[in-house]
């Protein structure tokens, strides 16, 4: 389909999107290291028992499954399991990472990241090259969603807690910079317990504006203090007052709110035929509900995954009612920047400092309302070779040079844009819309 026909067609598909919905997330450590290796004290045998887990992710159709440990039994859990979407396996022991995830929704920028700390003090972390994965999931039209697994370090010898502390800040320290702006879900293996003083779980929520699930839901919002008392859960639990080290954290969007609104310990529901445990961790199973704003909305985006991620999201919500004032392009044989100043004076800037500057100063009630993007390739990977911009009035501002590859995007009726979010480095890889009410 011609690239334009494609714009046109998703235009029109905005005005039926879905702006709420629910859905659920669970966690499992699903035991998979080959049974010499670790026995994980589970009766029965592993490729039977995996066998059925893979049958119950399908028969309960949970919309996003994250596994640790899926090693020597990864074949079984994908032919009994039937999610659309999954990740390929890294591979079995000492090769692979364990991490992988089955899901309902699909998603782009897979990528499998090693920990930078590791201990072989306790329990062999060293091993196999444990560490996080993210991938950005689209729930719907609108709404992606960051989502990382991980697997951090095990063991409580002094190198072990500090290998796992320096594991939660690694992936918190990833949030910042990959995920700025966005709506995102942690949850895996972490190891950690509140009640374990090095530990540090509640670092999500200083550092990212997350909320731990559990704590929210279980514990009236008040994480057991460090140091104190663990309160231990049996496999599977009846309760969900004791803690485990598989949690789930989450955050919204200015764009997105986001709420849990049920979290289970769900063991009980998978179980052998004989009612014996499938894996020595209980999974975590929460359900969701989210809603769009209707000030601040997401649009498409146009371009390729290089660079790094940015986004005017958060800045936008914080400047509450601002209008672009100005809109500066860069550009030559391609888009090297775009910037905007918003009517509070702020600057938000993107890409870098080649190519020759022209700007467009916007009337008063003037708004921003369509781009045309075309993409091309640059060291085989895809950029933006010229935007066209196209006001309220008529007006145009424009950079680089046309290709024949390219997409109109506007803002859908009673919107404006006002400001972008992407992928950038010295040039712009790709650009994508925010729009605010006009
Ligand atoms: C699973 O749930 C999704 C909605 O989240 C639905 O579209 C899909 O048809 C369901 N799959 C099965 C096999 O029931
Ligand atoms: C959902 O969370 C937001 C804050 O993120 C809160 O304002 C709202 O009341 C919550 N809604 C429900 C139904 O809990």
């Not at 009766?43 to 887990?53: Q, S, Y």
């Not at 919309?63 to 020597?72: A, C, R």
């Not at 008392?229 to 004791?242: A, F, H, K, R, V």
Request: glycine fraction near 10%; charged fraction near 15%; include cysteine.
């Amino acid at each position: 389909m011609a690239p334009l026909l494609a714009g046109l067609l998703c235009l029109a598909s905005l005005a039926t999107a879905q702006t709420s919905g629910t859905f659920n997330a669970m966690t499992m450590n699903v035991a998979g290291l080959p049974p010499i290796l670790n026995g994980n004290d589970i009766p029965g045998d592993k490729t039977t028992n995996t066998a059925r887990i893979g049958q119950l992710f399908s028969e309960y159709n949970i919309s996003i499954i994250h596994v640790q440990e899926d090693f020597n039994f990864h074949a079984t859990l994908y032919a009994n399991d039937d999610h659309p979407f999954r990740t390929p396996t890294s591979g079995g022991v000492p090769f692979g990472s364990g991490l992988n995830t089955l899901s309902n929704f699909d998603w782009t920028d897979f990528k499998r990241i090693k920990w930078n700390v590791c201990s072989n003090f306790d329990s062999a972390d060293c091993l196999t090259p444990k560490g996080f994965t993210f991938m950005r999931m689209t729930v719907a039209p609108g709404f992606t969603l960051d989502a990382y697994n991980l697997h951090a370090d095990a063991g409580t010898s002094a190198a072990d807690l500090k290998a796992r502390a320096a594991n939660i800040k690694q992936v918190s320290d990833y949030i910042k910079t990959y995920s700025a702006g966005n709506a995102v879900l942690v949850f895996g293996d972490s190891n950690t317990r509140y009640t374990r003083a090095d530990d540090n779980p509640g670092l999500f929520a200083a550092e990212n504006g997350m909320k731990d699930v559990w704590v929210e839901l279980a514990k009236g919002g008040v994480p057991p203090a460090p140091g104190s008392e663990t309160l231990g859960c049996s496999n599977p639990s009846t309760t969900t007052d004791c803690e485990i080290v598989d949690k789930m954290w989450y955050r919204g969007s200015p764009a997105i709110t986001l709420n849990a609104t049920r979290f289970q310990y769900a063991g009980n529901q998978f179980l052998q035929v004989d009612g014996n445990i499938l894996t020595d961790h209980d999974p975590v199973l929460v359900d969701f509900e989210w809603s769009m704003d209707t000030k601040l909305s997401v649009g498409e985006s146009f371009g390729g995954v290089d660079g790094t991620w940015f986004n005017d999201l958060d800045a936008l919500a914080a400047a509450s009612s601002a209008k672009i004032s100005t809109l500066t392009l860069r550009g030559a044989d391609r888009v090297d920047a775009i910037s905007t100043t918003l009517s509070t004076g702020e600057v938000l800037s993107h890409g870098g400092t080649g190519g020759t500057a022209t700007t467009l100063t916007l009337n008063s009630g003037e708004t921003l309302q369509s781009a045309v993007l075309c993409r091309g390739s640059k060291n085989n990977k895809p950029r933006i070779f010229s935007a066209t911009f196209t006001t309220s009035a008529g007006r145009t501002l424009t950079a680089g040079k046309a290709t024949s590859d390219c997409a109109t995007i506007s803002a859908p009726s009673g919107y404006a844009i006002a400001g972008f979010y992407g992928h950038d480095g010295d040039e712009i890889d790709k650009l994508g819309f925010i729009y605010s009410r006009v």
